[in-house]
């Protein structure tokens, strides 16, 4: 069956630290996608990331980057730099689907990420 | 806007009543989603629509829920005789097929 888990429920830094949000899955399809999503309290939860279960590179985009690993089944998340605008509910996913990688998505519980000023 | 857009913000029900969601993905956009979400908790899947057609509706938790989308545009989630377990945030998404979800601010649902 799959699942995802985020063991991290909540992380506190403070500004300008670096900090890892990490995402566990479980499948057994060898095409699957996998995505990250930003809640800030405005409740919109927002797109950062989707990978395809081929493409094991490891991505950086600005501060943000992502660390695929199938062989521990891990993509976790990195914010570099971290500030308080960073602050929200971060959302790791699944999808084994083919036609629309967004259909029957898994999600974890979410780890909620404060950065104090 | 150019955004998903979902009303009413809030809705308060007592127990027993019929409540009505809606949700105005962004134009042009095929496949629309329903999530429910609890708090501290990841969304749930509801409900799936590629244009009009309702491909799956397995996530629906009783017959209580019902969704349409009719023109296959507009959605609207409907939930009879409301119980205190239904309250939650609802949440509407749109995509074309295989991009990325937009999602809407939700409808935070509380039944009293």
């Known amino acids: 069956a799959q699942k995802v888990t985020q063991a991290q429920t909540e992380i506190s830094v403070v500004e300008k630290e670096d900090v890892t949000l990490d995402c566990v899955y479980e499948?057994?399809?060898?095409?699957?996608?996998l995505f990250w999503y930003k809640q800030p309290p405005s409740g919109e939860l927002v797109f950062l990331i989707r990978?395809?279960?081929?493409d094991e590179q490891n991505e950086i985009s600005g501060r943000y980057s992502w660390n695929f690993q199938k062989s521990t089944s891990s993509f976790n998340f990195t914010i570099t730099a971290s500030q308080v605008v960073d602050s929200a509910v971060y959302f790791c996913?699944?999808?084994?689907?083919?036609?629309?990688?967004?259909?029957?998505?898994?999600w974890g519980a979410g780890t909620k990420l404060i950065i104090k000023p | 806007g150019a955004g998903v857009s979902q009303s009413p913000r809030y809705k308060v029900a007592k127990r027993g009543q019929d409540v009505a969601l809606r949700c105005d993905p962004i134009?042009?956009?095929?496949?629309l989603f329903w999530y429910q979400q609890a708090l501290g908790q990841g969304p749930e899947f509801l409900t799936y629509?590629?244009?009009?057609?309702?491909?799956?509706k397995s996530g629906l938790p009783s017959d209580r829920f019902f969704a349409e989308r009719p023109e296959g545009s507009v959605s609207t989630l409907k939930i009879q005789r409301t119980q205190q377990e239904d309250s939650a945030v609802y949440l509407c998404?749109?995509?074309?097929?295989?991009?990325?979800?937009?999602f809407g601010n939700g409808t935070r649902l509380t039944v009293t």
């Open positions: 998404a749109s995509s074309p097929t295989g991009s990325p979800l937009h």
């Open positions: 134009s042009g956009h095929v496949s």
């Open positions: 629509f590629q244009n009009e057609a309702q491909l799956d």
């Open positions: 499948t057994r399809d060898t095409t699957y996608y």
């Open positions: 990978r395809n279960s081929f």
């Open positions: 996913a699944l999808s084994e689907a083919s036609f629309d990688s967004n259909y029957q998505l898994i």
